[in-house]
């Protein structure tokens, strides 16, 4: 293993050295693509975010099958895929070596139930999945080599909404806090907010109270970001289209707060939201909508955290499952799952509008990384 790093270090390496050369005067952002497989796709791919918004596709990173949401490690040198199988009930989870353009196979453990369809880590290795038909959370931790754990705890949701897409638990995303070990886990089926605490020495998710939130009914919460500030959370709801805010509370953990409508006045088609993220400085909430197919840009209001709905940019596509905002906040990138094409888009970091700039092909795209 430590030879395979060493040898993997020498080609990270070289191809940075490549890369530089190529574009001396042009630096760029690497992210990966998680895909759906079912069509054209064979799995993780990797591009280019140019420094003047052009997208390059650089090549596939890694065969998988259906890795439809990724995470890093928190030292950036393992990428972690869930694969959104329905393999004996259980789906599957993959650990890779990134090596520059390319990573490299680890390990790969099961996830506790179904269609897991989010994934994320935290400092000390372990690692939350949310498996959407199985209704539950299972938790595992990855090493310093980058081998995960067998199957540690799974969390299992009960309970059901209103809608037809509620006759169950459905467990969309699973997330921990900034500031703690304590684990918020997000049931579109139940529409609630699960609250649990990881425990370390049993290493299991122990429910808190209280250990629910409820959302408005037919919501539907999918995703969430956390306010830099700590004190409030933005949930995005699929079903109904809103971002709704939660408010910390020391003393009873979070209370509900308003909702915001994701789509213009006069829209009445149908519609789905699916992501959801915040700008580094927590002045601007971005929720995508399919459907609508755009970006719904928000600003927030620094004194009580609600938000003003200030436009809508086009995703110049179908189906934005997923994007993210660049590490350098100066781009969003969308990727548009039924019309096969990634999209890169100027963020203006005083207004928050957001102008097109480039699009390029990519296979079912559903989840972007960098």
Request: net charge negative; aromatic share 10%; hydrophobic share 35%.
């Given at each position: 293993?430590?030879?395979?790093?060493?040898?993997?270090?020498?080609?990270?390496?070289?191809?940075?050295?490549?890369?530089?050369?190529?574009?001396?005067?042009?630096?760029?952002q690497h992210f990966y693509v998680g895909t759906y497989t079912d069509s054209d796709s064979q799995g993780i791919y990797a591009y280019a975010l140019h420094n003047d918004g052009r997208l390059e596709h650089i090549g596939l990173a890694a065969r998988s099958e259906n890795p439809s949401f990724l995470t890093?490690?928190?030292?950036?040198?393992?990428?972690?895929?869930?694969?959104?199988?329905?393999?004996?009930?259980?789906?599957?989870?993959?650990?890779?070596?990134?090596?520059?353009?390319?990573?490299?196979?680890?390990?790969?453990?099961?996830?506790?139930?179904?269609?897991?369809?989010?994934?994320?880590?935290?400092?000390?290795?372990?690692?939350?999945?949310?498996?959407?038909?199985?209704?539950?959370?299972?938790?595992?931790?990855?090493?310093?080599?980058?081998?995960?754990?067998?199957?540690?705890?799974?969390?299992?949701?009960?309970?059901?909404?209103?809608?037809?897409?509620?006759?169950?638990?459905?467990?969309?995303?699973?997330?921990?806090?900034?500031?703690?070990?304590?684990?918020?886990?997000?049931?579109?089926?139940?529409?609630?907010?699960?609250?649990?605490?990881?425990?370390?020495?049993?290493?299991?998710?122990?429910?808190?109270?209280?250990?629910?939130?409820?959302?408005?009914?037919?919501?539907?919460?999918?995703?969430?970001?956390?306010?830099?500030?700590?004190?409030?959370?933005?949930?995005?709801?699929?079903?109904?289209?809103?971002?709704?805010?939660?408010?910390?509370?020391?003393?009873?953990?979070?209370?509900?707060?308003?909702?915001?409508?994701?789509?213009?006045?006069?829209?009445?088609?149908?519609?789905?939201?699916?992501?959801?993220?915040?700008?580094?400085?927590?002045?601007?909430?971005?929720?995508?909508?399919?459907?609508?197919?755009?970006?719904?840009?928000?600003?927030?209001?620094?004194?009580?955290?609600?938000?003003?709905?200030?436009?809508?940019?086009?995703?110049?596509?179908?189906?934005?499952?997923?994007?993210?905002?660049?590490?350098?906040?100066?781009?969003?990138?969308?990727?548009?799952?039924?019309?096969?094409?990634?999209?890169?888009?100027?963020?203006?970091?005083?207004?928050?509008?957001?102008?097109?700039?480039?699009?390029?092909?990519?296979?079912?795209?559903?989840?972007?990384?960098?």
């Amino acid at each position: 293993m430590y030879a395979y790093i060493a040898l993997a270090g020498l080609w990270i390496l070289a191809g940075c050295q490549s890369k530089k050369m190529e574009h001396p005067n042009d630096p760029f952002q690497h992210f990966y693509v998680g895909t759906y497989t079912d069509s054209d796709s064979q799995g993780i791919y990797a591009y280019a975010l140019h420094n003047d918004g052009r997208l390059e596709h650089i090549g596939l990173a890694a065969r998988s099958e259906n890795p439809s949401f990724l995470t890093k490690s928190t030292d950036g040198r393992f990428l972690l895929a869930v694969n959104e199988i329905n393999e004996d009930n259980s789906g599957t989870i993959e650990s890779f070596f990134i090596a520059g353009d390319s990573l490299h196979f680890i390990s790969k453990s099961t996830t506790g139930g179904a269609h897991p369809c989010f994934v994320t880590v935290n400092n000390s290795g372990y690692v939350l999945v949310a498996n959407y038909t199985g209704g539950n959370v299972g938790l595992l931790r990855v090493d310093a080599q980058g081998q995960l754990s067998p199957m540690l705890d799974v969390q299992q949701h009960t309970g059901s909404g209103t809608t037809d897409r509620q006759e169950g638990p459905h467990a969309h995303s699973a997330w921990f806090e900034p500031s703690g070990e304590r684990v918020i886990s997000v049931d579109l089926g139940t529409n609630q907010l699960w609250f649990s605490q990881l425990d370390t020495t049993g290493k299991k998710l122990v429910p808190v109270d209280p250990q629910h939130v409820s959302m408005a009914p037919g919501a539907g919460p999918r995703h969430l970001v956390f306010h830099p500030n700590g004190r409030w959370i933005y949930v995005v709801n699929e079903l109904n289209g809103t971002v709704a805010l939660i408010v910390k509370n020391e003393k009873t953990g979070y209370d509900p707060g308003p909702a915001f409508s994701t789509l213009p006045a006069d829209f009445d088609g149908p519609n789905t939201c699916a992501d959801i993220h915040i700008s580094s400085d927590g002045r601007f909430v971005y929720a995508s909508n399919r459907g609508h197919d755009s970006i719904a840009i928000f600003e927030v209001n620094d004194e009580d955290g609600h938000l003003r709905l200030l436009a809508h940019q086009s995703t110049m596509g179908s189906g934005p499952r997923n994007f993210a905002i660049s590490p350098d906040q100066r781009y969003v990138v969308v990727a548009n799952q039924y019309t096969d094409n990634l999209v890169s888009l100027r963020r203006d970091q005083n207004s928050g509008l957001l102008t097109f700039i480039d699009e390029i092909e990519a296979p079912t795209p559903v989840c972007i990384l960098f």
